[in-house]
């Protein structure tokens, strides 16, 4: 599988680069109250990509931050738990 990779890397980089190269040509893009943005259209998927992954990167830090906060109070617990069953992390073992 490792070897599988990087031909399979170099394979999507070409295509990616065939792509940007054959549509180099200037697209304009107009927002509200008449500002316009002209670039290629490589430039502008480029933006728009990387915008929707930061979108998608915020929109899942609220819940992971819950996870964490919420898997740090078991822990706590599991500890207390242990401190006053006498296990306090240690496996006791009987001579």
């Known amino acids: ?40 259209l490589v430039v502008i998927l480029l933006c728009f990509f990387t915008a929707g992954v930061l979108i998608g990167i915020l929109a899942m830090l609220g819940n992971m931050f819950r996870q964490r906060r919420e898997l ?12 006053l069953a006498g296990l306090d992390g240690r496996q006791r073992t009987s001579v």
């Open 72 to 83: 740090a109070a078991l822990r706590r617990d599991l500890q207390l738990k242990n401190k």
């Open 1 to 40: 599988m490792r070897y599988l990779v990087w031909p399979l890397r170099a394979v999507l980089f070409i295509l990616l680069l065939g792509f940007a190269v054959k549509n180099d040509q200037p697209v304009m893009l107009r927002y509200f109250f008449g500002y316009e943005w002209q670039t290629s």
